[in-house]
């Protein structure tokens, strides 16, 4: 599952996904980047490298003036 974002100015960029409960499934990003255009990859997995059930997540992104959340579905 991948996801883009871009970033206007350099700037710290993190990029979570959670599950309903809002528990933290993975971090998938959490590092400086320059500004631009970034496509980054989900691959299901959580951060013990397990696979995660099929069913609803959040993909949160943060970075300098952004804060968004999406809703996904991860089907198998």
Request: zero cysteines.
């Amino acid at each position: 599952m991948a996801f883009s974002i871009g970033l206007a100015t350099k700037g710290h960029l993190r990029l979570a996904i959670y599950d309903v409960t809002g528990r933290l499934v993975r971090v998938v990003v959490d590092e400086e980047r320059d500004p631009g255009l970034f496509r980054e990859a989900w691959d299901g997995r959580n951060s013990d490298g397990r696979r995660v059930a099929a069913g609803v997540y959040f993909v949160r992104a943060e970075a300098p003036g952004i804060a968004r959340s999406r809703k996904v579905v991860l089907i198998k």
